[in-house]
């Protein structure tokens, strides 16, 4: 007995859904040796069976889970006394093996335990339900696959970025410059980037100087008003609508600020480069 919805397979964006599902299998139920094309995790609420991957073999129970990686042999099999009952989700995408190192959900430690409550639970049976929803049902799922991933990477006891080869340090930059990208438009505090890192803010001060350069205020003052020269080539936005676009709601403020890093007004600027009023 079981359930299941499979959607439509992109794999261009960050996370692509591929299929969730239930199953309540039967004693003894096995699946493969087999390989898939994306990352498959199940995920026990209640009994048991084995997962075998490589020369490992994983016994496993309720509120455990195993990941399955692309283009990996795999085989498991349902305890024939206590057969588990599962749930689970199928995805890849651009960040999709990202987030599970954030979580330290890997081809070489593909298990986890989850006992908290029940919010993983609930994650799959909101995401099961979504088969009724006709308009909005992907953007639906991919929510909670958002909601149930965070939830991981948030039970993870090593509370660490995924590695990745990188340096960590290099990482908590990184994290800042995609703040200030994504926040440059609306009144961005460094306190604010630094509690959304999880940083002592002159602690990120001091690192993002190290590898940029400059400190986080130069670099936002300096995003700011490149993304100001790029709006300035469309001739419909006046001097006004581009200082709020990107932040700034002074627009004398902003005129000085351009003239600082730019060396020239912004409309001496649009008039050097025949752009019209």
């Given amino acids: ?7 439509k397979r992109l794999n261009l964006t960050d996370i692509d859904m591929y ?47 195993f990941l399955i990686c692309p283009d990996i042999i795999t085989y498991y099999q349902a305890d024939y006394e206590d057969p588990w009952h599962y749930v689970w989700v199928g995805f890849n995408g651009l960040k999709a093996e990202s987030y599970l190192r954030q979580a330290s959900i890997t081809a070489d430690n593909p298990i986890f335990t ?11 049976d909101e995401m099961i339900e979504a088969e009724n929803v006709i308009k909005g049902r992907e953007i639906r799922l991919t929510g909670f696959l958002y909601l149930f991933l965070s939830r991981l990477i948030e039970k993870n006891s090593n509370e660490n970025f995924a590695n990745d080869g990188e340096d960590t340090k290099e990482l908590y930059v990184k994290k800042a410059i995609e703040y200030i990208q994504r926040n440059y438009s609306r009144k961005l505090t460094i306190s604010n980037m ?24 130069q670099y936002i003052m300096e995003f700011r008003i490149d ?41 001496d600027y649009r008039k050097r480069n025949d752009i019209p009023e």
């Fill in 194 to 217: 630094a509690k959304y890192i999880g940083l002592d803010r002159s602690y990120l001060g001091s690192l993002f100087k190290q590898y940029m350069g400059m400190s986080p205020q």
């Fill in 19 to 65: 299929q969730c599902g239930e199953e309540r299998c039967k004693p003894g139920h096995d699946y493969g040796p087999a390989v898939r094309d994306h990352f498959l995790i199940h995920y026990i609420l209640e009994g048991k069976g084995k997962f075998y991957v490589g020369d490992r073999i994983y016994e496993l129970g309720k509120n455990q889970g």
């Fill in 114 to 124: 989850y006992d908290c409550d029940n919010y993983i639970r609930n994650c799959f």
């Fill in 1 to 7: 007995m079981g359930r299941s919805i499979e959607v």
């Fill in 227 to 267: 993304k100001a020269c790029e709006l300035m080539e469309n001739p419909i936005l006046s001097i006004g609508d581009i200082s709020r676009s990107v932040g700034y709601v002074d627009q004398l403020l902003f005129s000085k600020t351009f003239r600082k890093i730019k060396g020239i007004c912004p409309r």
